[in-house]
């Protein structure tokens, strides 16, 4: 053979390699897709943010199965270390509770004080704190991300604590208690944007913008996303540009 037919075929080979490797992935994520991705979504971005991604992530035709879950931050991140989920998209968990994992922030949003339509509170001339005690108040329970910050912010307005105190994970109970009571919700934005929109709930004019925090996508630091996963990501990132 002469050399040039040599340097052919070195290149030749080369080529051939890469090629197997690319078939190999292809096929390497096809077995993968047997499995489904596994999310644990937070209230917060369960309302708007993970409905539009899906949709997009669907409309690409992976072939990928997906299992979304939601509960207590501290939950969903135990069951990321452990290798349960793949990924937890919500806030940004304190930094004691971080370890192993990484961080990509998507955009920031503050809690609110939520009530139907109507309530006596939105009456003007209002003190809100002042007159907080009259009524249940929805708390995010004490595991949760965003209690420090609302703790912070009742000794902020010389409170301790609501007189009548509910603690709750339930968006579900929440909504509906919300509708047919007098009951303040104190919860983050992303979780009522949706009734927030229509009218259905209305924001007390509190000023919370001691609570933003940043909410983003948490997974492990040796994460080795597959091609449908690495997808997936990309429609979360968009779906959240165009709710932040």
Do not use: C
């Not at 090629?19 to 499995?35: P, T």
């Not at 002042?130 to 009742?154: G, H, K, N, W, Y």
């Not at 940043?214 to 779906?239: K, Y």
């Amino acid at each position: 053979m002469t050399r040039l037919g040599e340097i052919f075929l070195g290149h030749a080979g080369t080529a051939i390699t890469a090629l197997k490797r690319g078939v190999d992935s292809v096929r390497q994520d096809g077995a993968i897709n047997r499995h489904p991705i596994r999310i644990g979504a937070l209230p917060t971005v369960s309302a708007k943010v993970m409905p539009r991604a899906i949709s997009l992530f669907l409309s690409e035709n992976t072939g990928a199965a997906i299992k979304i879950v939601t509960g207590e931050n501290a939950v969903l991140l135990e069951q990321l270390r452990v290798g349960a989920l793949d990924l937890v998209v919500g806030r940004l968990a304190a930094p004691e509770n971080m370890t192993g994992f990484f961080f990509e922030h998507l955009y920031s949003e503050p809690v609110l004080f939520v009530v139907r339509a109507g309530h006596p509170l939105l009456q003007p001339g209002q003190d809100i704190f002042a007159r907080l005690d009259e009524f249940p108040v929805l708390m995010p329970t004490r595991e949760s991300v965003i209690r420090p910050f609302v703790d912070r912010l009742f000794i902020t307005n010389g409170m301790t604590a609501p007189a009548t105190e509910i603690e709750t994970v339930s968006d579900s109970f929440g909504r509906a208690f919300l509708r047919q009571s007098n009951a303040v919700w104190i919860i983050s934005t992303g979780v009522v944007a949706n009734e927030l929109s229509s009218g259905a709930f209305v924001a007390l004019p509190v000023n919370t913008e001691e609570t933003k925090g940043p909410v983003g996508l948490t997974m492990r630091t040796d994460t080795a996303p597959s091609p449908a996963f690495t997808i997936l990501l990309q429609t979360i990132r968009e779906a959240a540009s165009q709710n932040a």
